[in-house]
């Protein structure tokens, strides 16, 4: 007569056994994940208000350039936030009409930009307030943070929907 015991058995049925029974008992898992086209899924994510408008690059060049100069820190914030009470859109459409010297902030803050559009792309947030606005993250510029957990975005271009973007 033969008998097994525990030890006869490899490590690995153990293991098998346990995934099988998770996988058997919930098959739907991903069914429980809220996806982006649910009702009120981005209101839920972003959580605050979002205004925009439209204003000269010229109007606030020292804001932008300064902000521009802040890049770095401000991709970093972007990482950190997870609830913010406002997003200002802030659409330039006269970006790159002439030299100015946003343009010139913007080439030497190249790398820097690149990640915090990067940073942007990842954050549910920020994302979301930029993307449902019609936004590309490639159109964004310039972010800030100021005080009462209100952050602005600068994106080159016309506001969509004017019907002159």
């Excluded at 914030?77 to 659409?91: A, H, T």
């Excluded at 690149?114 to 940073?119: C, H, S, V």
């Excluded at 990842?122 to 993250?137: E, K, P, T, W």
Aim: negative net charge.
């Amino acid at each position: 007569m033969l008998i097994s015991t525990d030890s006869d058995k490899p490590a690995w049925i153990h293991a098998a056994a346990a995934a099988a029974f998770l996988l058997a008992s919930a098959p739907n898992v991903a069914l429980m994940a809220q996806g982006l086209d649910a009702e009120g899924a981005i209101d839920a994510i972003v959580g605050s208000d979002i205004n925009t408008g439209e204003e000269a690059v010229t109007a606030d060049e020292e804001r932008i350039v300064a902000a521009i100069e802040q890049t770095a820190e401000n991709a970093a914030e972007v990482r950190k936030r997870f609830s913010i009470d406002r997003v200002d859109i802030v659409f330039l459409p006269d970006f790159g009409d002439e030299e100015t010297a946003v343009d010139a902030k913007m080439a030497e803050f190249e790398t820097e930009i690149g990640e915090l559009r990067n940073e942007i792309q990842g954050s549910a947030i920020f994302y979301h307030a930029v993307n449902s606005h019609r936004i590309l993250v490639t159109d964004v510029i310039a972010m800030e943070f100021g005080d009462d957990n209100v952050a602005t975005i600068f994106v080159a271009g016309r506001e969509p929907g004017t019907g002159l973007e």
